[in-house]
């Protein structure tokens, strides 16, 4: 089960960077990702607690920023709920098309990674998300278009390690970054730096 930390910064800005503490797993129906993140001194400043099913969708999504709560899962396309951190003012919405959530977690990048299952055969994908970004947790439909350049095999003294590189395209926006995955953890992407790694990476089996 891996652990850890990323350093997460605004690739555009110069916003302060903020920690994401991390944990996952995978188990026997899927994966489940929590975390808490804090400002560079500490500070909390939210949580990301995501649950995908064995085919990669997510089942269950909890996340916390300063005064805002969302709760979503995969239901007709996607459906979250938005609320304040009382529990007051919630508001339920729903996209059709779209079938992954999105946003500054490195969680999402795995999870969409997961429900593409892109292969050297079929390795390019589109795929319409739901981003939700701190503080606000507002919410905003985009697409994105996925791309597998390629995949490394390195030797660890655990076993063999797989490093799968993607091409990541905001196709609103004209932005493009690379995504580098070991299993269940980003090993880098734009904006994210993994600062810490407990133990090693899950390997994630595909259900058919």
Do not use: K, N
């Not at 995949?151 to 493009?176: F, I, K, P």
Request: aromatic letters at 6%; glycine letters at 10%; one cysteine or more.
């Amino acid at each position: 089960m891996p652990r850890g930390r990323y350093r997460l910064h605004d690739p555009d800005d110069r916003t302060p960077p903020a920690d994401e503490h991390f944990q996952c797993a995978p188990g026997p129906t899927g994966w489940r990702y929590v975390s808490r993140r804090t400002t560079g001194t500490g500070a909390p400043t939210g949580s990301v607690d995501l649950t995908l099913d064995a085919l990669g969708r997510p089942v269950r999504l909890e996340l916390a920023a300063a005064h805002w709560r969302v709760r979503g899962a995969a239901l007709d396309g996607l459906t979250w709920v938005r609320m304040g951190a009382d529990g007051t003012d919630a508001d339920e919405q729903r996209t059709p098309g779209a079938r992954a959530f999105s946003g500054e977690s490195p969680a999402f990048l795995i999870a969409t990674a997961r429900l593409l299952r892109l292969t050297p055969e079929a390795p390019t994908a589109r795929v319409r998300t739901v981003a939700f970004t701190a503080p606000h947790l507002a919410p905003r439909t985009l697409d994105q278009g996925w791309t597998l350049l390629g995949s490394e095999d390195h030797a660890t003294d655990t076993g063999t390690l797989t490093v799968d590189h993607y091409q990541l395209d905001d196709l609103e926006t004209g932005a493009r970054g690379t995504v580098h995955l070991a299993g269940d953890v980003v090993l880098a992407a734009p904006g994210v730096e993994l600062a810490a790694l407990d133990s090693p990476p899950s390997v994630l089996t595909q259900a058919e």
